[in-house]
């Protein structure tokens, strides 16, 4: 009798399993943004920081971009970073599919209350990112990681550590880093920034980066790199790990 309600328990898990996995929604793209709100950045360079993702998502050439795809709509995340100690989801999966569901979204970031923590905990903020992937309620050939940020990681897991992981699990890492021409509390700039992305925190089949000199290029650059994400554009997407 034991073995029997056994069997049927097994039976019964796995008949959900497979209900769940049915009902996963398939999109072209699962895309985490991850969002530098360390106090390095103060109110206004915030300001420009959320306005330049608002802008670029609801722009006709992402619009067009995400209706160019398979099954033209997409599922993003939104997320916001600093030290160790704080990695948090702003805005949770949401399929976009229509100028419609962009501006949803958009208005969702625009209400939301924007934080300023302590320390630059990029490998940190990786690990978090790549978290959203499980149990997303979605399936796609590619995952993405946008990861933009303007300092290197002084707080947390070596950033290059947690990209050779989640690379290893078929996700894509692509950064934006923020290069700043002028003292920082009272450090020089950091002039090879973009290099530390390159060489530390970007990873996978065709990631890249895209630099923007100030927060005032924010939005063009964020425009641009989705685009470019959200087409594929020299792409080679990873199978899933089963």
Known sequence: MKRRSALLGSLAAA???ATARAADV???LQLVLAVDVSRSIDDVEAELQRRGYIDALTSDRVIDAILGGENRRIALCYTEWAGTHY???VIDWAVIDSPAAARRFAEKLTEAPRQSQSWTA???ALTHAGQRFDGSGFVSKRRVIDVSGDGRTNDGPPAE??????VGQGIVINGLPVMMNRTNFGRPPDLTLDRYYEENVTGGPGSFIIVADTFE???RAVRS?????ISGDGLTPLPSPA
């Not at 550590?161 to 989640?166: A, G, H, Q």
């Not at 790199?225 to 994400?229: A, I, N, T, Y």
């Open 15 to 17: 008949a959900t399993a």
């Open 26 to 28: 398939t999109v072209d």
């Open 87 to 89: 990695q948090t989801v």
């Open 122 to 124: 990029v490998g940190a």
């Open 161 to 166: 550590l947690v990209r050779d992981r989640l």
């Open 217 to 219: 290029q924010f939005g």
């Open 225 to 229: 790199k989705l685009v470019r994400e």
